[in-house]
Every structure is written in structure tokens, then in C-alpha cells.
């Protein structure tokens, strides 16, 4: 089993950055797929970015392509989501999850954490 706690979030005008943290605890974290996953009001979850186990394959999705990195650092526990040139549609709730299976889709993450809140002015 895997606890995942996000920090991070904030406020910040368009065209500014931020640098999202997770930090897990519990078994394995060095086994586990680690994605990033966020949801705006009245949104359905949506994919951001996904990285392996390994950090060997990263994904991310083509509305944040160029603008935002994916990373982790297994031995610290934790995973990362630089984001550049923040847009106001960017603003959502952002979720770390882990998955035994590298996957865009939310259904097939198993641990979540509790999200922190992302939000871009324009």
C-alpha cells in the first residue's frame, strides 16, 4: 500500500510556474507507476502527465505538452510536476496517484492523494 500527500498548489497569474510535490509513504513506492491527474469544477478527472517506475517512459497530456515536466526521485519518496506558462485553464484540483500499471486512464490508479488546488489568473 501506498500514502500520497501533494503540496504545492497556489495561486499565480498566467505565465507563471509551479512545482507541485508528492510525497508518498508505505510499501514499495520504487515499484509504482506515479501519475498526475487533475480536476477543475464540474470536470471530470482528468490525465496530466505519468512517468514509470523506473523514470525510463513519461507521458503527458497534449494540453500541457512543452509546459509541464513530470519526475521522481525514488529515493526521497517523491514525485514531482513542474509547471511553466501557466494557463488559466490549467486551474484544477492536481492528484498524485500510483499505479502498478503505467496508465493515462484514473480508473486504474490505486492510490490517490488528497489533491491541492491549482489556480491561474488571467
Known amino acids: 500500500q501506498v500514502q500520497l500527500v501533494e503540496s504545492g498548489g497556489g495561486l499565480v497569474q498566467a505565465g507563471g510556474s509551479l512545482r507541485l510535490s508528492c510525497a508518498a509513504s508505505g510499501r514499495t513506492f520504487s515499484n509504482y507507476a506515479m501519475g498526475w491527474f487533475r480536476q477543475a469544477p464540474g470536470k471530470e478527472r482528468e490525465f496530466v502527465a505519468i512517468m514509470t517506475s523506473s523514470g525510463g517512459l513519461t507521458k503527458v497530456a497534449d494540453s500541457v505538452k512543452g509546459r509541464f515536466t513530470i519526475s521522481r526521485d525514488n529515493a526521497k519518496n517523491a514525485v514531482y510536476l513542474q509547471m511553466n506558462s501557466l494557463k488559466p485553464e490549467d486551474t484544477a484540483v492536481y492528484y498524485c496517484?500510483?499505479?502498478?500499471?503505467?496508465?493515462?486512464?484514473?480508473?486504474?490508479?490505486?492510490?490517490w492523494g488528497q489533491g491541492t488546488q491549482v489556480t491561474v489568473s488571467s
Open positions: 496517484a500510483a499505479s502498478r500499471v503505467p496508465s493515462p486512464t484514473p480508473a486504474h490508479y490505486n492510490y
